[in-house]
């Protein structure tokens, strides 16, 4: 008996038909992938098994049994839990208010915190109970999600997109993690676009492109070649990674030191980097660790930088606003499209103007044709699906609009270009495209930062690679010279010459290694 | 509890009007809702002049035709339409850069003293002054009283991090107990046996009319510039727009490199300037003198101008018209039907719920479906 069958199911939008008769079986225990790129309908299907959307026509099965999951209650009464690519937490309760909302109403709040530490040291998912949710970054608030579904002993786990925010060794972990639970009879719904974690993990894999089912295949048997072209139709370009031709140093960071804002930041210590004109320098590390503080006190968000410690082709810029900086040739992608990279309400012509001035005269006159000329020409030339610089920015796909911002700062002839999280929930194509762009841009002689949370992006794009771990920034170490194996043990925190191995989150971790680094010194 | 509520509801499901979602904003509904609304508020009417055992034809007739009857009554209504809006103005400004100032009252007040000062200092000196002459100096002194009013607000917020709604609002009070101290103390005419109330102002200390003999006054055709210079300052020039944009999205405004504190003064002193000018004209308009009573509650109102215009600068001008008509067609329906004037309150505020409710099928549309809702509910 199958845990849950659907058969001809179809979900029409008002824009688009995101399922088309879609037919999906899971066995008892299996793990099984659902594969697409972003739009194929992979969301919209596992909503509707959740119960959170409403198919237009076809059954559901459950254990034999058809079903009609009528909300997420439903669903999960049934037994399945669901961890949400994008999170449903509400930012002012703590982890464990959040977890506990959606549980039984018999157990008390210290009962769950506990059952939450239980979890999270089972599984190695760090997660701090207590502490409230807008303080968490992207990645523990996915931790956070997981833990909430693990605690319901589900019988089928839904699960998208789980590995981004996590190191090697910590994807590892959760592999064995859920092999266990399919082991125990736990049925896995893995979506996912990684094709290496697919081949790797699952059973059986369903293919979803355009909302109809493309590939029902073993996973095990195929390549990575192959599962792409049932995903996009072709396989993806290769990438043309020649040697990179460093020049003089672009941006230098020394002494870099900087207090966490608030209780739950990251307090920067002693960060130390540097980037020449033609290369590309990664940055990796689980989310968290001082990527976003880093990035603000680059991009000049914040501005509490000390005096020299961040240095623009010999010109001290700490203190210096991000618009200065901008005019000075560094420019910059945040991780955040919607709502800090593009305004999501105004247009795309209008959103050129957050960092593009051409148009805006000294006297602050806005010429809003030549405003429209440039987002033409953006759309053009880096391939955004939109409908017309007038088409709002909240109105393009992840992948479009970041296409359109990244394009936006290269278009502007940047020195230095700084990106945070280039690909970050975008699809396959699309992600070619932007890591080819920067390769471009490297080539072209432009010094390039990439944070990412993604190794595989890394080490494809990448001539020197850093790790960041609580707060404190890893030697750097050529691209060619470094493994998987070795930068995800840097992840936590464990490069040559840490002195002590500081805790992979927490700034208490680092302070420590700090002091005991000193009493070293001073013996 | 009752076991499994859920399958019950759906096992029930009747058709039903339900709300769906638009995949983008409906660019018809963002204009339509207004006069949907409107709409909604004269049916409300017909209802209540109903109730209230009036002719309900007549009665609106009185409300909404009256006051565009003839040169005069449109002429009235430009001259209630002007400190709307201005007010409103500099209102939408506000509340576009996420500054939410609501006492233009206040600030219009505050305009009103400073040039009613002004013009009692020329009828005092008995300095000479022709009435276009007089119009610049009245909107200065309205500009500076207004913008002074408004910088307590920003100095507070800016400084002090306190709270622009509750500033704002409170020194709507001090500066109503600064004009009754005047009009009741130091600028009391002392022929005017004892009214609260300043000598009446030399005639040069005056507004212009545009018509002899009605008291339309030139200050609305600046108020008609006015709204055509908000326009262009917000769809054409670099600060404006990054006012919009801090207010739209603060973090991308930060990312960018605006500055909050200049969005906050700016969109301060303007919307106070403008208020004050719309006090300014007011008294050494139609009133020519000082009285506790120099605003019509125009600062409020305003408010509601502001939204019903949304928070466009012409669209400001359409609302100032439609709330002026609630107000001249009010004292009318009172005068010729024996209608309670406090019912242009009451059409105002339910001009400004039917308009909040109908703004909602500008991200939503109505549906007929046999399905009952199935997501909603838990989500």
Redesign the interface.
């Given at each position: 008996m199958l845990r849950l069958e659907l058969t001809g199911i179809s979900k029409q939008y008002p824009a688009v038909r995101a399922n088309d008769q879609v037919n999906l079986q899971v066995a008892p225990g299996q793990i099984h992938a659902v594969l697409g790129e972003n739009g194929a309908g992979k969301s919209t299907l596992m909503k509707i098994i959740y119960g959170a959307v409403r198919p237009d026509e076809g059954t559901l099965r459950w254990n034999g049994q058809p079903v009609q999951i009528a909300n997420p209650q439903q669903a999960r009464a049934l037994g399945i839990a669901m961890v949400f690519q994008h999170f449903s937490l509400f930012d002012t309760l703590s982890a464990a208010e959040n977890v506990w909302l959606g549980l039984d109403k018999h157990m008390r709040l210290p009962e769950v915190t506990e059952r939450i530490r239980a979890v999270s040291r089972d599984y190695g998912l760090d997660v701090d109970p207590l502490r409230p949710v807008h303080t968490l970054s992207v990645g523990e608030r996915q931790r956070v999600e997981i833990v909430r579904a693990l605690l319901t002993k589900p019988q089928l786990l839904i699960l998208d997109e789980p590995t981004s925010v996590l190191t090697p060794q910590a994807v590892d972990k959760l592999f064995v993690t859920l092999r266990q639970l399919s082991a125990e009879g736990c049925s896995i719904l893995y979506i996912s676009h990684k094709l290496d974690e697919i081949r790797a993990l699952c059973h059986h894999c369903t293919v979803l492109r355009g909302g109809k089912v493309t590939g029902e295949v073993d996973p095990t048997l195929e390549t990575n070649a192959s599962l792409s072209t049932l995903m996009i139709g072709s396989a993806p370009p290769e990438l043309a990674h020649r040697p990179a031709n460093p020049g003089a140093v672009a941006l230098a960071v020394r002494g870099l030191n900087l207090p966490k804002l608030n209780p739950f930041g990251t307090t920067l210590a002693d960060i130390a980097l540097e980037v020449r004109a033609g290369e590309i320098v990664g940055i990796a590390g689980v989310s968290g660790n001082g990527q976003q503080e880093l990035m603000a006190a680059l991009s000049g968000e914040d501005p509490r930088a000390p005096a020299a410690s961040i240095v623009l082709f010999g010109l001290d810029i700490a203190a210096m606003s991000p618009r200065h900086r901008r005019h000075l040739g560094l420019h910059f992608v945040p991780e955040e499209r919607l709502g800090r990279g593009a305004v999501p309400a105004m247009s795309l012509a209008d959103n050129t103007m957050l960092t593009r001035t051409e148009a805006v005269a000294r006297s602050g006159w806005i010429d809003t044709t030549a405003v429209r000329q440039l987002a033409e020409r953006l759309i053009a030339a880096y391939n955004v699906k939109a409908g017309g610089p007038g088409a709002p920015a909240k109105s393009l796909s992840g992948g479009n609009l970041q296409k359109f911002i990244v394009g936006r700062e290269i278009d502007a002839g940047p020195k230095l270009l700084i990106v945070s999280q280039p690909t970050w929930g975008v699809d396959v194509g699309a992600a070619a495209q932007i890591r080819g762009a920067l390769l471009k841009l490297r080539d072209e002689g432009c010094a390039v930062l990439v944070v990412s949370e993604e190794l595989d992006e890394l080490f494809e794009i990448s001539d020197r690679l850093q790790v960041i771990a609580a707060g404190r920034l890893s030697p750097s170490v050529p691209v060619a010279q470094a493994t998987v194996a070795m930068i995800g043990e840097w992840m936590s925190g464990l490069w040559p010459g840490r002195t002590a191995p500081a805790a992979a989150d927490g700034a208490a971790g680092a302070v420590d290694a700090g002091a005991q680094g000193v009493q070293h010194a001073a013996a | 509890m009752a076991p499994?509520a859920?399958?019950t509801?759906?096992r029930k499901g009747c058709s039903m009007l339900r709300l769906?979602a638009?995949?983008?904003?409906s660019r018809l509904f963002a204009w339509a809702s207004p006069l949907l609304s409107l709409v909604v508020t004269i049916v409300v009417a017909t209802i209540l002049f109903s109730a209230l055992g009036k002719d309900p034809v007549k009665s609106l007739s009185v409300f909404l035709i009256e006051p565009f009857n003839g040169l005069r009554s449109l002429t009235e209504l430009g001259l209630k339409a002007t400190p709307l809006i201005l007010c409103s103005l500099g209102l939408a400004l506000c509340f576009r850069s996420n500054v939410w100032n609501i006492g233009a009252e206040g600030q219009y007040l505050a305009g009103a003293m400073l040039a009613g000062g002004l013009a009692l200092w020329f009828t005092e000196q008995q300095v000479g002054i022709n009435r276009w002459a007089f119009v610049p100096l009245a909107v200065i002194a309205g500009a500076l009283g207004g913008a002074f009013w408004a910088a307590i607000v920003a100095l507070l917020r800016d400084r002090f991090n306190a709270n622009e709604i509750l500033v704002s609002l409170m020194l709507v009070y001090v500066a109503n107990l600064l004009l009754s101290w005047l009009v009741f103390g130091p600028w009391k005419d002392p022929k005017g046996f004892n009214f609260p109330q300043s000598v009446s102002f030399a005639d040069g200390a005056a507004m212009p009319r545009i018509f002899t003999g009605m008291r339309l006054h030139w200050g609305f055709v600046l108020a008609l510039l006015a709204a055509v210079g908000m326009w262009l300052f917000m769809?054409?020039?670099?600060?404006g727009?990054q006012m919009?944009?801090g207010g739209?999205?603060p973090?991308?405004a930060?990312?960018?490199?605006?500055s909050t504190r200049r969005a906050l003064w700016t969109a301060l002193l303007t919307s106070g300037g403008l208020a004050g000018v719309a006090g300014a004209f007011e008294v050494t308009g139609p009133m020519g003198q000082l009285t506790p009573y120099v605003s019509n509650n125009y600062g409020f109102t305003a408010i509601i101008v502001a939204f019903v215009g949304r928070l466009h600068p012409l669209g400001c001008v359409f609302g100032s018209v439609l709330l002026s008509t609630f107000l001249i067609g009010g004292e009318l329906a009172q005068s010729r039907v024996g209608l309670p004037s406090a019912l242009s309150g009451v059409f105002q505020g339910v001009l400004l719920f039917s308009l909040l409710a109908c703004d909602t099928l500008i991200h939503y549309r109505l549906r007929w479906s046999a399905?009952p809702r199935?997501?909603g509910?838990?989500?």
């Open positions: - | 499994q859920p399958w509801l759906v769906e638009r995949p983008a904003p769809s054409r020039i670099y600060l727009w919009q944009v739209l999205a973090a991308a930060r990312y960018a490199g605006f399905a199935a997501a509910a838990a989500a």
